[in-house]
């Protein structure tokens, strides 16, 4: 098998198990469920990934990645912080609902600790995306002065309590403007 050929297998399996895992749940998907969707054998899946987990924590961290690199491209010539906030929050209102089955990748079902080093990298890069921003639109005279972490904190808390909301309840119950909305100008008059 060659190199490009290897790829493209690799590829086609982790496509076919992100539909396996979100259909069957990470308990009851299989490697050979897996295999048999993917058109290739047991043994020749297992030349890619050595057991279920390392296969779930691929697809996790191509899943984090994917949003984490989006994110950077959305807003890498965006030079008011409003209109950064205001697009960080409404790329990941619009992912969370256009991309449900990449979001229960992130182990729910298995608990907090499954893949929990990926998880607190991407939180971590999340918060310190958004403390920039805050940083910036300080500087800029855009945003009162305040403390760019704790604001950070609280709001990359709320965009996970808006994204659980849109993958547990009803991915309808809110918009991306009504979310920028609430942060950026709070409920005050």
Do not use: W
Request: charged share 30%; aromatic share 8%; hydrophobic share 40%.
């Amino acid at each position: 098998m060659n190199n490009r050929s290897g790829q493209e297998t690799k590829k086609k399996i982790l496509h076919v198990a992100s539909k396996v895992f979100a259909e069957h749940g990470y308990a009851e998907a299989n490697m050979r469920l897996i295999s048999r969707s993917a058109g290739i054998s047991v043994g020749g899946l297992y030349l890619y990934f050595k057991d279920k987990e390392e296969l779930y924590l691929t697809l996790m961290n191509e899943s984090l990645d994917y949003i984490n690199r989006k994110t950077r491209e959305t807003l890498e010539d965006i030079q008011d912080p409003k209109e950064a906030i205001t697009s960080l929050i409404e790329l990941n209102i619009n992912y969370a609902k256009s991309n449900s089955e990449r979001i229960l990748l992130q182990g729910r079902e298995l608990g907090l600790s499954f893949g929990l080093e990926l998880k607190k990298k991407f939180f971590m890069e999340r918060r310190r995306l958004i403390e920039e921003i805050i940083r910036d639109g300080i500087e800029k005279g855009v945003f009162r002065n305040c403390d760019p972490a704790k604001k950070a904190n609280i709001i990359f808390s709320l965009l996970r309590g808006f994204v659980v909301s849109i993958i547990i309840d009803d991915a309808t119950l809110f918009s991306a403007e009504e979310c920028v909305d609430l942060v950026l100008n709070g409920l005050l008059k």
